[in-house]
């Protein structure tokens, strides 16, 4: 069964915002992690009553997999307190 994945990630904690390093090491995990592909959404995240920069990444999968230890990694690499992981059964058409 497909599924959808979301991975919301902040921004640098003490600049709240997102730069070219930061985005760098984002994309060079999501490369090793989803060789297939993802898409990237920026946008304004809002967490424990602040706001910043924060980017989506959305995997379409034909399958589920574990992704604890590679967010973990991404947490620790970006100095992240937390990263939010979205999985969802999804019905899926490609046209």
Do not use: C, H
């Amino acid at each position: 069964m497909p599924y959808k994945i979301d991975i919301y990630i902040g921004s640098d904690n003490k600049t709240r915002k997102i730069s070219r390093d930061y985005l760098e090491k984002l994309k060079n995990w999501a490369s090793k992690v989803f060789p297939a592909g993802y898409t990237l959404l920026k946008g304004k995240g809002f967490y424990n009553g602040g706001s910043e920069d924060s980017i989506i990444v959305t995997v379409l999968s034909p399958e589920n997999f574990p992704l604890k230890d590679e967010i973990e990694f991404l947490k620790r690499a970006l100095g992240q307190e937390a990263i939010l992981l979205s999985k969802s059964y999804i019905e899926l058409q490609v046209i």
